[in-house]
Each structure stands twice: as C-alpha cells, then as structure tokens.
C-alpha cells in the first residue's frame, strides 16, 4: 500500500484547507483509513478515521470543524478542515490501515497563523 497526501499549506486563523491522499495497492478500499498529526514537540494524534462503510470517528479537538470522507472507486481519502485555529498546524499525515500493520503517507504540513 502507498499513500500520497496533498493539499496543506499556510492558512489564516479561520480559514479553510482541504487535504487530499491518494492510495495504491491491494485491497486498500476495504482498510480503515485515517489522518494524524504530528505538532512540533508533540506526539503524532489521531485526528480522524473513516471505515470502509463510511462511519467516522474524530478527536475532540476537532469535532465539529473537520471532515473525513472517502472516494472507494477512486481510493482516494479527504480531510475538510474548517475554523481553522493556530493549534491545529501540524505535520499531517494519511494512513491505511491493513489486517497485519499500518501504512503511512508522506506527511503535507499544515501551517495556520493567528
């Protein structure tokens, strides 16, 4: 399985990004896929997961301004951000995961100034 995440950048307070990962590989429609965040001197956090079926789970810290969804024709998992706020810049990284381990993407950096 590889990932490919796009779409960070540096945003104002407020704003909005939207984060892109592209999957490849065997069966990777059918894993749970998620985003995590890695803030500097932090340890990386799950900041949403997403089943194959659609069901969603995120962390308190951005329930409500964040969305998680997912393309399976296209293998392609989303991350709407919303409200953006200075505490949510982070490393953010797309992850798959399969029967036996975890797989990670690259890793787009998300920057929101106050």
């Known amino acids: 399985v590889q990932l490919q995440a796009f779409g960070g950048g540096l945003v104002q307070a407020g704003g909005s990004l939207r984060l892109s990962c592209a999957a490849s590989?065997?069966?990777?429609?059918?894993?749970?896929m998620a985003w995590y965040r890695q803030a500097p001197g932090k340890q990386r956090e799950l900041v949403a997961i997403?089943?194959?079926?659609?069901?969603?789970n995120y962390a308190d810290s951005v329930s409500g301004r964040f969305t998680i969804s997912r393309d399976n024709a296209n293998n392609t998992v989303y991350l709407q951000m919303n409200s953006l706020k200075p505490e949510d810049t982070a490393v953010y990284y797309c992850?798959?995961?399969?029967?036996?381990?975890?797989?990670w993407g690259q890793g787009t950096e998300v920057t929101v100034s106050s």
């Open positions: 997403i089943t194959s079926s659609g069901s969603t």
């Open positions: 590989g065997s069966g990777v429609s059918y894993n749970p």
């Open positions: 992850n798959s995961k399969g029967i036996y381990r975890d797989y």
